[in-house]
């Protein structure tokens, strides 16, 4: 009867070992099943937060080019307002007849174009019997072409014009034009 009692409890030994097993086995599987939600949720938590920083980063650059173009465009303004003054002290170096006078229109006009370098404003050069360019001179007045002159030059500068130092255009020359 003790052997018969042995075999028992070793039948009910492997019994509750296998229960055991599968208990461990389900719980480990329902485990891996959590790690494996877990690792593909942080997954698209990665993607997202890669996603609004390169969002954000986008939005960064562009906003900072958006305030550079503002202030580039507000200087340009404001500079435009200030070039008829800068043409009345030109008009005034001209006409002075004494030297004094025109040495001191002569430093304003420095001054004010030392203002415009530093803003990042330059003349456009351009001189009488240049070939007329529209993507910096606006022709204001139209001459028939005389005796060794070309049609489609510039004449006569009338006003300076001005651009900033990325190209744009502040204030077209105007100029005299020769026409056929």
Not at 137 to 147: Q, S, T
């Amino acid at each position: 009867m003790a052997k018969k009692k042995t075999q028992e409890n070793n039948n009910e030994t492997v019994e509750n070992s296998e229960d055991t097993v599968n208990a461990v086995n389900e719980a480990a599987a329902a485990q891996t099943a959590e790690l494996e939600k877990a690792l593909a949720q942080a997954e698209d938590y990665k993607r997202k937060w890669y996603s609004v920083s390169a969002e954000y980063d986008n939005y960064r650059k562009r906003n900072s080019a958006s305030v550079s173009k503002a202030y580039a465009d507000g200087a340009a303004e404001a500079v435009l307002k200030l070039l008829p003054v800068a043409d009345n002290f030109g008009y005034a170096l001209d006409s002075a007849s004494d030297e004094k006078t025109k040495a001191g229109i002569d430093k304003v006009i420095k001054s004010f174009k030392n203002i415009l370098s530093s803003l990042g404003i330059e003349e456009i050069e351009v001189d009488a019997g240049a070939p007329f360019d529209e993507s910096v001179m606006e022709a204001v007045l139209n001459f028939p072409c005389g005796d060794g002159d070309a049609p489609n030059t510039v004449k006569q500068v009338l006003k300076k014009g001005y651009k900033a130092k990325e190209g744009k255009v502040i204030r077209y020359v105007q100029v005299a034009v020769t026409v056929e």
